[in-house]
């Protein structure tokens, strides 16, 4: 089904209690909510202490509100459980509980008005495997990606807590679309850092991959703030590209031969017209309906159909609004649900 600039919401939010969220999810994301992940409530809801529940060798300070992992070379015997685990498919060891995950389970108390919604299909979301291991590191503060031992172990967790995830949602709704989290691509190929981007493109495609051997009718999405090489991530093989539109939509259509490419094999875009940082506060429907109408002209100049692609298009948020305050983060949602009326209703015209 096409998106049809549907809303929908990257996963962070400023509530402390689910219960103060979720459902307002539900019936302003109505199209395709998602549950909100919560980093006000508690540090293991924090975007990558949130998906480390399960792995092996995890050394957490609460206190430090720090997260390191132990050597692998040391801890043999927890290795190789935990690659046990992955080979048998025991997705249950990768689950989330609600300790470090209040939103998802708010969500599924929520499931009888999920389904008396009809919603398009539900949201999930995870932090990727290249962010996660370019953040957090072993305890000699080196960051897990240059640690071939490490990194392999929390790629592997994390498609095992995507595909676990996943099944969990489609326990409550039976379509789902799913988000990985890349901020760190925005690095990639900038001189900021010297990792090749065809290493990346290539741990990106095995990592779409190995959840749709298992997932193969979930659209994946891949959603970077910033600005990064956007061929890489249409490459990979993802099913929708989610960008920060408000501040580097231009430089998508930099890259407009694998755009054309990505449109012509069923790919969609998420526009997150909506900002999140700078003065995002002084902007309304109105101007940020101006802003994609200049999107629109920018489209018909590289020759696009734009009326095509906004059918294969979401809006939503440049980013996650759990670091804003609460007016802030609805002033965001508000704001993502009117535009994505506006366009729709101009789609059907």
């Not at 046990?84 to 499931?111: H, K, T």
Request: proline content about 5%.
């Amino acid at each position: 089904m096409k998106p049809y600039c549907s809303a929908v919401c990257i996963g962070s939010f400023p509530h402390q209690q689910p219960e103060a969220i979720t459902e307002k999810l539900i019936d302003t994301i109505c199209d395709y909510p998602l549950w909100p992940q919560l980093p006000n409530r508690t540090f293991l809801e924090s975007m990558y202490v949130q998906y480390s529940e399960g792995m092996p060798l995890v050394k957490m300070d609460l206190n430090e509100r720090k997260i390191v992992f132990a050597a692998a070379e040391n801890n043999e015997e927890e290795v190789q459980s935990f690659y046990e685990d992955v080979i048998a498919e025991n997705y249950g060891r990768f689950s989330m509980s609600e300790e470090y995950a209040a939103g998802l389970y708010e969500f599924r108390r929520l499931a009888d008005k999920i389904s008396a919604n009809k919603p398009h299909a539900v949201k999930g979301h995870i932090t990727g495997p290249v962010s996660f291991a370019l953040t957090v590191t072993d305890e000699q503060r080196r960051a897990l990606y240059f640690n071939d031992s490490l990194k392999e172990i929390i790629t592997a967790a994390l498609k095992m807590k995507a595909v676990w995830q996943i099944n969990f949602l489609k326990e409550i709704y039976s379509d789902v679309i799913f988000f990985v989290d890349e901020p760190y691509l925005s690095g990639i190929g900038s001189g900021i850092m010297s990792i090749d981007p065809a290493t990346i493109q290539s741990e990106l495609t095995d990592f779409i991959d190995s959840v749709k051997q298992i997932h193969p009718s979930v659209p994946l999405a891949f959603h970077c703030c910033g600005n990064t090489d956007w061929s890489l991530l249409i490459n990979a093989g993802v099913d929708i590209l989610s960008f920060d539109a408000f501040n580097y939509g231009e430089s998508l259509f930099y890259y407009e031969d694998s755009v054309r490419t990505f449109l012509q094999r069923g790919g969609s875009l998420a526009w997150g017209i909506v900002p999140t940082s700078g003065d995002f506060m002084k902007e309304n429907k109105k101007s940020l309906v101006r802003k994609m109408d200049d999107f629109i002209a920018l489209m018909e100049k590289k020759g696009f159909n734009p009326m095509n692609v906004l059918e294969n298009s979401f809006i939503t948020p440049a980013c996650g609004t759990g670091s804003l305050t609460m007016e802030e983060a609805g002033h965001i949602l508000d704001l993502t649900s009117s535009v994505s009326s506006h366009l729709k209703s101009q789609l059907k015209s």
